[in-house]
């Protein structure tokens, strides 16, 4: 709920949030260049905020919506 790098410290963020969606963002723009499909689950807090998966897959020039 309240993941922020205040709350949290700004190196613990950097390592557990934003250093991992980063390296997980680069693998998966990598994986959907290629054919197939895959499953990628990871806990909620990489998916919310400016650090998320999504806003740097965006960032990236891929198109991200989300699905319910």
Do not use: C, F
Request: glycine share 8%.
């Amino acid at each position: 709920e309240d993941m922020t790098p205040e709350s949290m410290g700004a190196a613990y963020y950097r390592a557990l949030l934003v250093d991992r969606n980063a390296a997980w963002t680069k693998w998966l723009d990598e994986r959907m260049a290629k054919p197939g499909k895959i499953l990628l689950a990871v806990g909620a807090a990489h998916l919310a905020g400016p650090d998320s998966v999504q806003v740097m897959l965006a960032k990236m020039g891929r198109k991200v919506e989300r699905v319910q």
